[in-house]
């Protein structure tokens, strides 16, 4: 146990507690957690679900959902169970919110955890109102202490119904008190682009329109929808992955520095960023904006023809599109997104893309080709690996003088990506710290579901062209051609 972090004190009621995401990510994210010491002795888990558990009997499903993390010490994981009991209950039936309180207030005794409650929803998003009301209207909420409530995505499926939502939450919770996930904010290399950013002159000072040609975001996935198809079916990838985690990224890779690495001013910028990004009319919008679905092909089978997708279905499994933010530091700077499923290999990464020099004075004049000097490029790794790499031009050894790229890399060591916590852990502890740098805000939400709104309706109205990309691919022709027009490309390209 890592005796300088600072022990965390609370109840956590758990909806969803026999999730599959719970079972998959949030149990080790806390057990890493107590590995470490932020929490000790002075927390407990109320699990809920419709599930008839005894405390026991939850404690083994914690106990078997852990089983693959190394113990620091023997009976860790034994003595980490302890803190988990379990309450039966449907989520739409006040009188059990009753049976809830009692036992949170138990626990809160037993445990010592000084009225501090954190409430975890990772169930459907329909019954997110209906837990947020009875928690204030049966009178959950603690008179001591902190109540935090924690929210999985989605957040709405347009701007409409996600401020229904946030009507409802904020019947019950205080904006400071909500923590929207988006789990892509909890990765090592997404956080990384403000060190880079703020903590390095040579790049800061070149962060804008005098020098950067363009920004590039890739969001590749090498699955297709597998048991996912009935919920994805109803979402695409628009909903999926570019209103929360590619707009997440682009506002940080857009906005100015805060005036201090504080979650209120980091927020502030990210809400300034997100207000300058240009809402597409609707003819803009389809000029920038490409959808793309999947065929069969490379051995997998269409979309189309996965179970519990309709054979006509008009969802898109992929996106690409140029946004423009509309301020000084931006304007004329395109920042081209794309993400997709079944693509060629699975990866996150953000290209850079700087000026040529405006002169070169390398060219041969006697020959045609007369351009040898590359773009430089920063490419930071998201995922699998992380780091970062620029691209520069170098003299290639050798009689002559000609240039050619070279790379300066960095990439996390093994025993770096070890030390680095996996995003629902980083995030469940700044959400017990009562951190909101990295989740998403409610004007955030909002600016991101309005930019979108006019892209789903229009794409809700005319009838795509599906299938037209196969597995294996990077999307379709049309998202090359989107910066091709504009006579640019994928810095990620497929055979380069
Ligand atoms: P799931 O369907 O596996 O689990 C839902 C849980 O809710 C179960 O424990 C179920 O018993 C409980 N439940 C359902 N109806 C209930 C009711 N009326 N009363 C009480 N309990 C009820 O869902 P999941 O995959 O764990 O996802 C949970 C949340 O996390 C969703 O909002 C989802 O969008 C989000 N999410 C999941 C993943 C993932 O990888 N699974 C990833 C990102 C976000």
């Known amino acids: 146990m890592n005796i300088l972090a600072t022990e965390n004190k609370a109840v956590i009621t758990l909806f969803g507690a026999t999730g599959d995401l719970a079972k998959r ?27 008839p558990y005894t405390d026991e009997e939850f404690q083994q499903v914690v106990r078997d959902s852990i089983k693959d993390v190394e113990e620091t010490r023997k009976g860790e994981a034994a003595d980490f169970s302890k803190h988990f009991f379990y309450k ?17 207030e138990e626990l809160d005794k037993q445990f010592g955890t000084e009225g501090n ?22 009178d959950l909420l603690s008179d001591e202490g902190f109540n935090r409530l924690v929210i999985e995505k989605p957040f709405g499926r347009d701007f409409d119904s996600a401020k229904k939502l946030n009507d409802e939450l904020s019947k019950t919770f205080d904006e400071n008190q909500i923590f929207r996930i988006d789990h892509y904010l909890g990765k090592e290399m997404v956080q990384n682009i403000q060190a880079l950013r703020f903590g390095n002159t040579i790049i800061e000072s070149l962060w804008n329109n005098r020098y950067i040609d363009n920004i590039q975001v ?11 198809a009935g919920y994805y079916d109803n979402s695409g990838a628009l909903r999926d992955m570019v209103q929360n985690h590619i707009m997440q990224i682009v506002a940080q890779l857009a ?18 960023a997100l207000r300058s990004l240009r809402v597409y009319t609707p003819s803009e919008a389809a000029a920038n904006f490409v959808r793309g679905q999947y065929d069969a092909g490379n051995g997998t089978e269409a979309y189309r023809d996965a179970d519990g997708v309709a054979p006509d279905s008009g969802t898109e499994t992929f996106v690409a599109a140029k946004l423009m933010f509309d301020n000084y530091r931006w304007s004329g700077v395109p920042f081209y997104v794309r993400t997709g499923k079944k693509l060629a290999d699975k990866f996150t990464r953000i ?7 405006l002169i070169d004075i390398f060219a041969d004049p006697r020959h045609e080709s007369d351009q040898t000097l590359n773009s430089n490029v920063l490419t930071i790794f998201v995922e699998p690996k992380s780091g970062f790499a620029m691209q520069l031009n170098a003299k290639r050894a ?8 070279v790379d300066l890399k960095y990439l996390q060591s093994d025993t770096d990506k070890k030390e680095s916590p996996e995003p629902y852990e980083r995030l469940f502890h700044d959400a017990l710290e009562g951190n909101h740098t ?30 037209n990309y196969v597995p294996g691919s990077m999307g379709p022709a049309a998202s090359d051609e989107l910066l091709a027009r504009d006579g640019r490309q994928w810095v990620y390209r497929l055979n380069h």
């Open 25 to 51: 990510k949030l149990y080790t994210a806390l057990f890493k957690l107590y590995q470490k010491g932020y929490l000790q002795d002075h927390f407990a888990l109320l699990g809920t679900s419709r599930h």
């Open 438 to 467: 990295n989740f998403a805000s409610w004007a955030e939400i909002a600016y991101a579901w309005k930019f979108v709104d006019v892209i789903r309706k229009l794409w809700d109205i005319e009838k795509p062209q599906f299938p």
């Open 218 to 228: 890739t969001l590749s996935e090498k699955l297709g929808v597998e048991e996912r």
């Open 117 to 138: 409650r954190l409430f975890y929803m990772s169930m459907a998003p329909q019954f997110f109102g209906t837990i947020a009301m009875n928690l204030k209207k049966q």
């Open 88 to 104: 039966s209950h449907d989520v739409t039936k006040p009188e059990h919110y009753t049976i809830l309180k009692k036992r949170i």
């Open 351 to 357: 290209d850079v893309v700087f000026k040529k020099p």
């Open 255 to 272: 906005m100015e520095q805060p005036v201090s690495f504080t979650d209120t001013d980091v927020r502030v910028e990210k809400i300034k």
């Open 398 to 405: 050798g009689q002559g003088f000609t240039t050619q790229p």
